[in-house]
């Protein structure tokens, strides 16, 4: 009887740990939001946020009310307000007119890696492309430190700023005017 009782109490240990189970996953969806409301903050784009759309249907109501089936896993608010994050977003921002001038001229663009790069230095003199190379090189070291402050901020460990970078990449492109020069994901330039 008594074993008959330890393996009932084995089972049910074991049905009740394996319905509880925790989601380890790099929150890209998250990302992704931070990294475009960091891309707006430097380049100067307020206000454009679009209203939340209506409910669809009942269910939908319901689960804005916590009924219903939702996901199992926890949300993960990123955290963009280091101080760390704040300066150099803060630098990125006071140095965008001028990269601005630049992406004009079509002489620089967006690269597939999260940086900016210059694309052709024809279109500048020796002053100005001295100037630009300048800019680059601090542009691209702080978009850099941006991404592992990321990382460490939300304790995504330091193989995340592959993935980081990524989702970066993809937002500053998407977020170019048009007449600026974005490299493609196959590395071709294009203008947008």
């Known amino acids: 009887m008594r074993a008959i009782c330890k393996v009932c109490g084995c089972l049910v240990v074991l ?17 992704q939001k ?11 784009k307020t206000g454009d946020t679009p209203a939340a759309p209506a409910p669809s249907s009942g269910a939908e109501i319901w689960k804005r009310f916590g009924f219903g089936l939702q996901p199992a896993y926890a949300q ?77 901020a939300n304790k995504l460990g330091p193989e995340s700023v592959a993935q980081i970078r990524k989702i970066f990449a993809n937002s500053w492109r998407e977020k170019s005017q048009a007449g600026w020069w974005v490299q493609n994901d196959r590395g071709g330039w294009e203008k947008k």
């Open 15 to 31: 049905f009740i740990a394996a319905c509880v189970t925790v989601n380890v996953y790099f929150p890209a969806a998250e990302v």
């Open 34 to 44: 931070a990294a475009d409301k960091i891309v707006d903050d430097v380049r100067k």
């Open 76 to 152: 993960m608010n990123i955290d963009i307000s280091t101080p760390a994050i704040r300066g150099l977003k803060d630098a990125m921002k006071n140095r965008f007119p001028q990269l601005k001038t630049l992406y004009d001229q079509g002489a620089v663009g967006e690269n597939n890696n999260g940086l900016i790069e210059l694309r052709d230095a024809a279109a500048l003199n020796l002053a100005q492309r001295s100037q630009a190379n300048r800019l680059i090189d601090q542009e691209n070291s702080d978009r850099n430190a941006l991404y592992g402050e990321i990382a460490q």
